[in-house]
């Protein structure tokens, strides 16, 4: 599945865990956000829904990967013979976004819980590593009585 979404006056094609740089969008890392401007949904089997200008409902939710700034960008003007000169740079604020789900009702993702995703780790590691069992010092003999 896709979607065709609107955000900072451009127009991005996006897919399921798809990494995107956007303008900057407000949020911290690892923040989930809705994307709410989607102009079209695809599919594989069924045919896309477009919108009107936009899809009723729709959101596309994408989470906060980081915010950095993008590269250098130097304007110089010049007239010549005139003795006019100017330079001039700019550094756009980037959002980078993963798209962790595109929904046509609006409804959110199902996400695990990190209580959930935690547990399921330490099952899994209680099950590969062996059991080590102390020996007893005192029946080895090691003590010595005074």
Do not use: C, W
């Not at 756009?92 to 199902?110: C, D």
């Not at 547990?119 to 590593?129: M, N, P, T």
Request: charged share 30%; proline share 6%.
């Amino acid at each position: 599945m896709f979607a065709v979404i609107r955000t900072g006056g451009k127009q991005y094609r996006v897919t399921e865990n798809a990494r995107i740089e956007v303008e900057r969008l407000p949020g911290d890392p690892g923040e989930t956000i809705a994307l709410g401007d989607v102009l079209m949904i695809g599919g594989d089997e069924d045919a896309p829904l477009v919108g009107a200008p936009l899809v009723d409902n729709a959101a596309v939710f994408a989470e906060v990967v980081e915010q950095k700034r993008g590269p250098k960008i130097l304007v110089f003007k010049k007239k010549r013979r005139k003795h006019y000169r100017r330079t001039r740079g700019h550094r756009q604020e980037l959002t980078v976004l993963r798209v962790t789900g595109i929904s046509p009702t609006g409804e959110a993702p199902l996400r695990k819980s990190a209580v959930e995703a935690d547990s399921g780790v330490a099952a899994e590691a209680a099950s590969i590593a062996p059991e080590y069992v102390a020996p007893d010092a005192t029946s080895a003999g090691d003590t010595k009585e005074v």
